[in-house]
T-cell receptor
């Protein structure tokens, strides 16, 4: 385990469903991130939280809604997704936003049917 | 346009040889560059960070170089082992981009015994 835990590991959902992805870190990091990884494409940054405040929303559709209730937890709420949203969703954390490597979770493999 | 390019074709080498992976970038001014390892179905794992004023960084069998004139970083694994087989990602932190770590698409390395 890396210290960043994501649940569930796998998720299959219909286009009309609502589901949430959870990320948890107890590394004392101040910044947390959501990335999307599709096959053969670079990781795409979705959201950045620094000290529980959202500092980046990288033009992500509103059907993805992040939540950071405290510095250890990050959620990604999903509703009315499209099949093209199927991907590996990765959570990461770092001590601060700059000058450090990121610690990633193992990801949630999402399939939208 | 801004690009980060890594060898899209897989790199196949023999055990014991040195693997060299390339990361080229266009129209970025990176403050630093990072390398990650990613195994199938897992999140990336941070390996090394090299700053713009550093030419070379080493960690055990790993060596990274950073040439801001050529706009290129090279990642070397000496005395490679089958366990080094994975996808390797480079990521850069550019100035004036609002604090984002931007990833390349990765190069798959396969080390044959």
């Amino acid at each position: 385990e890396t210290g960043v835990t994501q649940t569930p590991r796998h998720l299959v959902m219909g286009m009309t469903n609502k589901k949430s992805l959870k990320c948890e870190q107890h590394l004392g990091h101040n910044a947390m991130y959501w990335y999307k990884q599709s096959a053969k494409k670079p990781l795409e940054l979705m959201f950045v939280y620094s000290l529980e405040e959202r500092v980046e929303n990288n033009s992500v559709p509103s059907r993805f809604s992040p939540e950071c209730p405290n510095s250890s937890h990050l959620f990604l709420h999903l509703h009315t997704l499209q099949p093209e949203d199927s991907a590996l969703y990765l959570c990461a954390s770092s001590p601060d936003r700059a000058n450090y490597g990121y610690t990633f979770g193992s990801g949630t493999r999402l399939t939208v049917v | 346009s801004q690009k980060i390019e890594q060898n899209s074709e897989a790199l196949n080498i023999q055990e014991g040889k040195t693997a060299t992976l390339t990361c080229n970038y266009t129209n970025y001014s990176p403050a630093y560059l990072q390398w990650y390892r990613q195994d199938p179905g897992r999140g990336p794992v941070f390996l090394l960070l090299i700053r713009e004023n550093e030419k070379e960084k080493r960690k055990e069998r790993l060596k990274v170089t950073f040439d801001t004139t050529l706009k290129q970083s090279l990642f070397h694994i000496t005395a490679s082992q089958p366990a080094d087989s994975a996808t390797y990602l480079c990521a850069l932190w550019p100035y004036n981009q609002g604090g984002k770590l931007i990833f390349g698409q990765g190069t798959e390395l396969s080390v044959k015994p």
